[in-house]
């Protein structure tokens, strides 16, 4: 009977109700919405790197180190000496290495020069290898294998012919148009920087900068095609390495070894602390956002009180006709609060089915773009919790209501006016 005259007395203010769970609806997907994005970004920023037991580069910040080695944000403070390079990686103890020469670009996606041994040893995710879609990995000095976003939004295939630049102006002269690079590879998508990457050898880094000088080619001095077999591309500098030891056990060990290294300044860290470090730096901008979704999701249920209160004139008669067909108070008070309760759950889980229509609908886009693979499924214990909170604050938000009609219940008889 109660839950006739429920549904009956929603339908009644149908626009009304529609109204306070859309607008409950869209503050949940908000604050839930918040909650997915704070959780996989770090979950894809953490499965960014993976199996690797240090990352050494020029003595910096880790924060520093860690965004320019593993996310080509920002750009290194200083190189690394080859010489150092092949010292360090020499140690009994060092089972692979993989050298990271950064500095250059092509139409606004990084180029990484590196060696065959990070197609081999890089892994990422739940230690996942790098997969190619198309071809393999370089081999001569001019080749290029790229990442799955950047053959994506380029419609780039192998064999194309492309140019790389110095720095991040892919522009005038500051292109090396004399030495193109051929696609020799494709990798699958991995939801990592090395999506938005060109890779490409250190030889072939080393060929493009000969004869140039202060970022610009001197006249005579640079390479052609031609000069390549015969040339000596081994680099100068490298921008950073990553490094796996045989002992992990050892790892503390040897991070303080190469901190200390005597011939240039050298900082080593471990990847799983230097993202600690980083997320504590983001720990304000979380607060920040979860607080303006928080205080979202209270306007919409506020909103819901008002709407409430503001038809309790006009319930009146209502009222006063069931207090004569035998309700008590305590049963028109329950009626509010159930009325507020299922006004709740209904924006709570139109909330919850609308974040997952809008992250299904733009999935491919936030992986490409923003390299952020969200998960799909049931709702996580943080979301069931914050849906929970949304249906309990949608109660407490019914009580003032439900204890003004109680009190006019007992007041008012078949005379109110509406």
Not at 311 to 327: C, D, F, H, K, P
Request: glycine fraction near 8%; hydrophobic fraction near 45%.
């Amino acid at each position: 009977m109660l839950r006739r005259i429920i549904l009956k007395s929603l339908w009644d203010r149908r626009i009304a109700v529609a109204l306070t769970v859309t607008g409950i609806a869209l503050s949940t997907a908000l604050i839930l919405g918040v909650e997915r994005i704070r959780l996989e970004t770090r979950e894809n920023f953490t499965r960014t790197i993976t199996g690797t037991d240090l990352i050494v580069g020029a003595r910096t910040s880790p924060v520093q180190l860690l965004l320019s080695s593993v996310f080509r944000i920002g750009s290194a403070t200083n190189s690394i000496q080859w010489d150092s390079y092949r010292k360090i990686t020499s140690h009994p103890n060092v089972a692979w290495s993989i050298p990271v020469s950064l500095g250059d670009s092509h139409r606004d996606f990084n180029v990484m020069g590196t060696s065959r041994d990070y197609f081999e040893y890089f892994r990422y995710g739940d230690n996942q290898p790098l997969r190619f879609t198309q071809g393999n990995e370089f081999v001569a000095p001019l080749d290029v294998v790229l990442g799955a976003a950047v053959a994506e939004q380029l419609g780039y295939g192998i064999g194309k012919k492309i140019v790389i630049a110095h720095g991040s102006r892919d522009e005038g002269l500051s292109r090396h148009d004399d030495l193109p690079f051929t696609v020799t590879g494709i990798l699958a998508t991995t939801g990592t920087p090395a999506d938005r990457t060109l890779h490409v050898s250190l030889e072939g880094i080393e060929a493009i900068h000969t004869g140039w000088e202060s970022g610009m080619p001197v006249a005579g001095h640079t390479l052609d095609t031609q000069q390549l077999a015969e040339a000596a591309l081994d680099p100068e500098v490298i921008t950073a390495f990553l490094l796996g030891l045989k002992q992990r056990s050892e790892v503390l060990q040897f991070q303080r070894a190469v901190n200390n290294y005597p011939a240039e300044p050298l900082l080593a860290i471990l990847p799983g602390i230097a993202l600690n470090e980083l997320w504590n730096l983001f720990g304000t901008a979380e607060l920040a956002l979860i607080a303006v979704a928080a205080m979202t999701v209270v306007t919409g249920l506020l909103g819901m009180m008002v709407g409430i209160f503001s038809t309790l004139n006009e319930r009146r008669r209502e009222m006063a006709i069931m207090r004569s067909v035998g309700a008590r108070p305590l049963d028109i008070s329950a009626l509010l609060l159930a009325e507020a309760g299922l006004t709740g759950v209904s924006g709570a889980v139109c909330g919850y089915l609308l974040l997952t229509l809008a992250l299904l609908s733009t999935d491919t886009f936030l992986l490409e773009s923003l390299g952020l693979q969200f998960s799909s499924g049931l709702p996580q214990p943080r979301e069931w919790m914050l849906l929970l909170a949304v249906c309990a604050a949608a109660i407490a938000a019914g009580i003032l209501p439900a204890w003004r009609a109680y009190r006019l219940s007992l007041h008012d008889g078949l005379s109110a006016r509406g």
